[in-house]
């Protein structure tokens, strides 16, 4: 079992790499990643961390898993259509 409460940190860190990006972290519990594209009212999206280490989107997209967070971000990132820093 994976600690999600520190990947979602981690996508976080990772997602504010891009500068096109919004991240902001809700603790609640499933923990949660809100990012949006700041030049969009409509580009959002919320992703948590399952269990099993997947980052999902609100919709049940498969972004990555926590072996590569960038990488999950990076994804996110070409689907808000966002640029990297």
């Known amino acids: 079992m994976v600690d999600t409460v520190s990947r979602i940190h981690e996508f976080a860190s990772a997602a504010r ?49 926590v072996e590569c967070v960038e990488s999950a971000a990076a994804r996110l990132a070409y689907l808000l259509a966002a640029l990297p820093a």
Do not use: K
């Open 17 to 65: 790499a891009h500068i096109d990006l919004s991240v902001r972290v809700i603790g609640d519990m499933p923990p949660r990643v809100q990012v949006r594209n700041r030049f969009s009212e409509t580009l959002r999206e919320t992703v948590t961390c399952s269990e099993d280490g997947a980052f999902l989107t609100s919709w049940g997209y498969r972004l990555g898993t």
